[in-house]
């Protein structure tokens, strides 16, 4: 899927891209406790879409120029799309 793919609630998103940036994580009150949150920007081809990044995946995404996410799914916060990680998210990153 490419991000010009993505609209609002969509779900099941699997998409290759480039990290553009990430954000320094904040600590958020979550009905689990408290926990990490990160924002990022990823591209493709086509266009950049915020990525939504908690506890873990934040350093693994930092450290990473590539990403694969699978089963992802999409919400809108304050008139941006936003690509979200549930618990079957998976997100593999590289280097290339």
Known sequence: MDITDITKDTENVSIEAHVVEVGEPRTVNTKFGPRQVADAVIEDKTGRINLTLWQEKIDEVKNSK??????AYVREWNNSLSLNISKDTTIKCSNE
């Open 66 to 71: 590539k990403v694969e996410i699978e089963n």
